[in-house]
């Protein structure tokens, strides 16, 4: 019974392969008819149609090695459509770019596509309050002081879409060595912008930016990894307002009583909590432990007893913005 069972399924897959092809087919033939068409050249992803030719063709081998032949000859007609469109993407049948050289119109296409990478992003993310988001997408850039051209460009291209004029320049100069840009300032304009309230949606999407944003310099440095971990642990929290996150906050003890005043001076709004072993002004909550240690060292290097603790329970959504100059 189970063989005839397995008969019948091999038979169906290979009956399959008529399907496969004939979405080949009608794929390739729209494509074909249009491939004299600059706009139909430039609207292929060379890039993408590669990365399919390249795992297309692994799965070809690694079917064939196990004598799968079906997925071999199913994988074989994508490999064969990833190669026309591939040669389509490149324009080679573009009218003027008959004579030029395939590997030579490769390239062209691939910079024309790099050109276009944040396209996407960018109709997807429109956000109500795109000068705050641009602020915090150049602070991200600048944190470990140093403003790569490519992270330049690529928050440029956001500005531009968004009619926004930046002042490179001015923002350079204002947050320049003398005036970095702190782990906390950047923190309090995330919190900003989510008390306006923003879709979940455009919140996500900023989040995808961010990632894209550290990584697009090839180079991820300790401080940006620091800050977006935390960045990203706010927009988590903001999406779902889980109340299983793991929160952090910093316990600060004062030593005297002339300490506790200074605290309370520097940050009124502040009250006593009771934790293990006494009570302590609680700062936070804070989404990476890491950061939070960071934000502790500070208040340490004032002299402030301060520990970093695991919260039991959220107190705030988001938290409320430091106008500590401790930070």
Known sequence: MFETFKTIISFIAYASLGFTFMEVYLTLNKLWKRRHERKVAESISITGKFIGFF???VFVLNFSFSQHWQGAINAFFWVFAA?????????????????????????????LERKEAADLAKSFF??????????????VALIDEVLDESEKEFIQQFAESWNIHFDWEEFTRQNGQDNPITFSELRDSMVE???????????????????????ID????????????ELMGLIKQYEDDDPSTVLY??????????????????????????????????????HSRKYAQIVCNKYRMHKCF?????????LDIVPAVSNSKLL
């Not at 090839?218 to 971990?229: F, T, W």
Request: net charge negative.
């Open 306 to 314: 301060s520990v970093v603790v695991e919260m039991e329970e959220i």
């Open 218 to 229: 090839g180079v991820i440095s300790e401080e940006e990894e620091l800050v977006l971990e």
């Open 249 to 286: 906050s910093i316990a600060i003890v004062p030593q005297s009583k002339e300490q506790e005043e200074a605290i309370l001076r520097t940050m009124p709004t502040l009250h006593k909590s009771e934790v293990a072993g006494g009570h302590a002004f609680l700062v936070g909550p804070f």
């Open 193 to 215: 912008y989510l008390y306006t309230l923003p879709p979940i949606d455009q919140v996500s999407q900023l989040g995808d930016v961010l990632n894209m944003l550290v990584r």
């Open 83 to 111: 190669i026309v469109q591939i040669f389509i993407g490149a324009g080679v049948w573009v009218a003027g770019q008959r004579k030029i050289g395939f590997w030579t119109l490769v390239r062209k296409s691939l910079r």
């Open 126 to 139: 429109r956000p109500s309050q795109a000068h705050k988001v641009i602020g915090i997408l150049s602070k």
């Open 55 to 57: 795992t297309s063709t």
